[in-house]
């Protein structure tokens, strides 16, 4: 049996299929990112630049980890360090440098939009990259496969003898299912918001309030470091090799940062149950006329139409009165709203 191809010819040109993967997910991540932050309320317009940054980040940081934890071989083949087109990528490099940066565009390109709680809006779009990354990554790359194995899943991977372990695969099911959770999180957090202030004829007055940030990316940190430490661990290290090592131990120290900030969110999120507010560190702020928020007289142009509603949400709920989770800023309900804009993602 033949391996996956990792590569393919038109005339001259030899196109590897690791590399399209990539500019697919960075695509998908791209317009998932500017449909989330539209539907919250904020301007979306400037996520392309902020993207580019991240992309070349992400890619710079993940191939440096990835040259750091194999140095004896690097250090013998000094221009196979920029291959990245053969594979080498290491998850947790490129986190490591793509996440200030991101932050820090971030901040500079949508001063309305705290941190915080664009992570909460970033993790599921995170998830969802990861998962479809590893079927068109890794599955299409050069010795993309995981340790050797009989079973009659065992797929063949270029450069890699016998039969492996198809880890892209099974990294592809976790990510997407840590993606689903996330979004059920979202879910729950609207359907448990409390009730909004109404006045003596029915009307209602009080704004909706927003849960704590944080807790979507707390969520998302756990599930994710735990799966990092056992797909390294179980199907992917080697023993005492440095790279391994320092995967399982990065994936443990995200997992217990998770935790950690999930404990920091259970008071502010029963404060906010109760109806007295979140975390005044995580409040959203007012989103300005640019970003689309709807006012008294109608709806900005970038607001979203009933068929781009937020993954999980009731079809039956009223979409003025919904509460967004994910990053949105309090919204005031109108009786009429303007044409939407559309978009094909």
Sequence with gaps: MRPIPVAFHIWF?????????????????????ERRLRKA??????VTGMFVWVIVAAIVGARAMHVLSDLSYYSHYPLQVFAVWQGGLSSFGGLI????????????????????????LMAP?????????????????????????????GMYYADQAGKRLPVPIFQAMEDLSIFVILLLVERWLRNTAPARAVDADGVVTGPR??????????????????ERFFD????????????SILVQIAGVALAVAGIILLITRIGPLQRWRRGEGGDPAFEAEPVGA?????????????SESDGDQDPGQDP????????EVDGSAPVASTTSAGPANSDSD
């Excluded at 039956?316 to 509460?323: I, K, L, P, R, T």
């Design 41 to 46: 309320g904020y301007p979306w317009q400037w």
């Design 209 to 226: 309030l927003l849960p704590p940030a944080g807790i979507v990316i707390g969520v998302g940190m756990v599930l994710w470091g735990i």
């Design 232 to 243: 390294e661990h179980l199907w992917l290290g080697e023993d005492g090799h440095l790279g």
């Design 125 to 153: 779009v995170l998830m969802a990259c990861w998962g479809i990354g590893r079927l068109l990554g890794p599955q299409l790359m050069v010795a993309g496969g995981g340790h050797r194995t009989n079973q009659w899943f």
């Design 316 to 323: 039956g709920s009223d979409a003025d009165e919904s509460v």
């Design 97 to 120: 440098l793509a996440v200030p940066v991101a932050l820090v565009s971030t901040h500079r390109r949508c001063p309305e939009l705290r941190l915080m709680r664009f992570a909460d």
């Design 13 to 33: 040109l030899e196109i590897h299929t690791y590399g399209i993967g990539l500019a697919l997910t960075f695509w998908f991540g791209l317009r998932y990112t």
């Design 290 to 302: 640019e970003s689309g928020a709807v006012t008294s007289g109608g709806a900005a142009s970038g």
